[in-house]
């Protein structure tokens, strides 16, 4: 499974920002998918995360009711809506996916794409 990432941007604190993450080479309908991401000197942190049907979804405290993850699996696309951003939210974003229920650990994702910046301006 190849992902790949894109959306990244600069944006100022306030505004929004849509990040896709495609998959290739198989369909990734049975996996959960993950968005993590790494701030300059920090450790790759979990996002969010959505099981292969879309009926669950999951975020860390810092953005809920500010991301929405969502998936299409007919397009075999995973999507991370971002609103009301804040400079915190500054990083490389990257997209996982993983067969493994432990959707927060990183550990546990088997395909990662390369990633996308955000950079979100004070």
């Known amino acids: 499974v190849q992902l790949q990432a894109s959306g990244g941007g600069l944006v100022q604190a306030g505004g929004s920002l849509g990040l896709s993450c495609a998959a290739s080479g198989r369909t990734v309908s049975a996996y959960t998918m993950g968005w993590f991401r790494q701030a300059p000197g920090k450790e790759r942190e979990f996002v969010a995360a959505i099981v292969w049907s879309g009926e669950r979804t999951y975020y860390t405290d810092s953005v809920k009711g500010r991301f929405t993850i969502s998936r299409d699996n007919a397009k075999n696309t995973v999507y991370l809506q971002m609103n009301s951003l804040k400079p915190e939210d500054t990083g490389i974003y990257f997209c996982?996916?993983?067969?493994?229920?432990?959707?927060?650990?990183?550990?546990?994702?088997?395909?990662w794409g390369q990633g996308t910046l955000v950079t979100v301006s004070s």
């Open positions: 996982a996916a993983a067969i493994s229920p432990w959707y927060y650990l990183a550990e546990k994702y088997d395909y």
